[in-house]
């Protein structure tokens, strides 16, 4: 795979899966709509590039923040953070909240990764269907409560939400976040919860393409796109996490509602159009 689609492609992987419009979609649909008919872009290789840049971000960005978690959890004293120490249970709450998408993965992986599900009609539509969803947690949040105050009920509530990101097209962060927003959490918190949230997903999943590419290997020649890939996947994924929490300090999801619903319609639309003429 020629050196310059994986660049694309790391940073595409890494935009979408921090913000919050669905990095399933764009991977999918990008390639399409540049004529990049690769068969590595369904290859493990692939896989195991992008679990793990993304990965590698998250660790590195919140490192400090799951060290105090953990500690705190097992009731050690690590007072990096007063707004996390404030919520002594947090790890334990991010644990639960990790079990919906542990367990709807395992039972649905096939599904979700079949024809029925990933294809453009379906994607599009989740696109302007989670777009919706985000414009009335907007409109019905209240934006009052903190991640220090996050509850048992929360996290169930996020981690089913999160479960429902195994459908293409729905976004991991898009539907946390406003799950976190219909319980009245401010932005910031409700998206930092979901990145911590994605942690162990993405550690789970990464996990897994690990195995089967031990089982399988590497396709020859492509040791050096991986690492590379990885490289620059981690890095972006760093600078779009810091860039997206920072942003929603001062602004509203209102942009990416708009983005999303015309990238839906766009799909739908050249999936139709495909169909018609093909």
Do not use: C
Request: aromatic share 12%; net charge positive; charged share 15%.
């Amino acid at each position: 795979m020629p050196l310059y689609q994986v660049i694309v492609l790391a940073i595409v992987q890494s935009l979408t899966e921090f913000l919050p419009i669905s990095s399933t979609a764009h991977l999918r649909e990008i390639p399409l709509l540049l004529g990049w008919d690769n068969p590595w872009l369904n290859s493990l290789d692939f896989d195991i590039m992008l679990h793990l840049g993304t990965l590698m971000a998250l660790v590195a960005y919140f490192f400090r923040d799951w060290i105090q978690l953990t500690a705190q959890g097992f009731g050690l004293s690590q007072p990096h953070d007063p707004v996390l120490a404030r919520n002594r249970k947090l790890f334990w709450l991010l644990a639960i909240a990790t079990i919906p998408v542990a367990v709807l993965g395992y039972l649905f992986k096939e599904l979700a990764e079949g024809p029925a599900l990933r294809n453009s009609l379906v994607i599009g539509s989740m696109l302007i269907l989670v777009g919706l969803v985000m414009y009335l947690a907007e409109r019905l949040g209240q934006f009052k409560r903190d991640i220090g105050q996050v509850s048992l009920l929360d996290s169930v509530w996020i981690g089913l939400a999160q479960a429902l990101a195994i459908v293409p097209g729905v976004s991991r962060s898009g539907i946390t976040i406003s799950a976190g927003l219909f319980r009245n959490l401010d932005r910031y918190a409700a998206a930092r919860f979901s990145f911590l949230l994605a942690t162990p997903a993405l550690a789970g999943a990464a996990f897994k393409a690990f195995l089967d590419f031990r089982k399988h290997g590497m396709t020859p020649g492509m040791e050096v796109p991986i690492v590379v890939g990885v490289l620059v996947s981690a890095i972006s994924g760093w600078l779009v996490i810091a860039f997206f929490l920072r942003f929603l300090r001062t602004h509203t999801l209102r942009f990416f509602v708009y983005y999303r619903i015309i990238f839906g319609i766009i799909v739908i639309a050249l999936a139709v159009f495909v169909r018609r003429t093909g």
